[in-house]
């Protein structure tokens, strides 16, 4: 099972920008970003198969974009235009046997990181 630690969490003005980190080990067949904020349910942001196929939540279509370097095996997630309604935890999930549509929409990926968390103020 993969190992997942997240980075770059942090707190910024709307309209700022923040760049989320994913290291992870072994091969993946789909990573993706999920976010969870105060009192709400998990939410997918993005994912990423191993083909560099994204696919994005509607509420971050143009502003964030996934990618991942498989040469370090590191996940990001470039956030731009912040919005207050981004505000949450951010955790990375990967899926390693290959069972999980590789979709923001699927939650069942067999991997996931702790968490860093994303402050947006207005």
């Known amino acids: 099972q993969a190992q997942l630690v997240e980075s770059g969490g942090g707190s910024v003005q709307a309209g700022g920008s923040l760049r989320l980190s994913c290291a992870t080990s072994?091969?993946?067949?789909?990573m993706g970003w999920f976010r969870q904020a105060p009192g709400k349910g998990r939410e997918g942001v993005a994912s990423?198969?191993?083909?560099?196929?994204?696919t994005y939540a509607d509420s971050v279509k143009g502003r964030f974009t996934i990618s991942k370097n498989n040469a370090v095996n590191i996940l990001y997630l470039q956030m731009n235009s912040l919005k207050p309604e981004d505000t949450g935890m951010y955790y990375c999930?990967?899926?390693?046997?290959?069972?999980?549509?590789?979709?923001?929409?699927?939650?069942?990926?067999?991997?996931w990181g702790q968490g860093t968390q994303v402050t947006v103020s207005s």
């Open positions: 999930a990967a899926e390693t046997r290959g069972w999980v549509q590789c979709s923001p929409k699927n939650f069942g990926y067999n991997a």
């Open positions: 072994g091969y993946t067949y789909c």
């Open positions: 990423i198969d191993s083909s560099g196929r994204t």
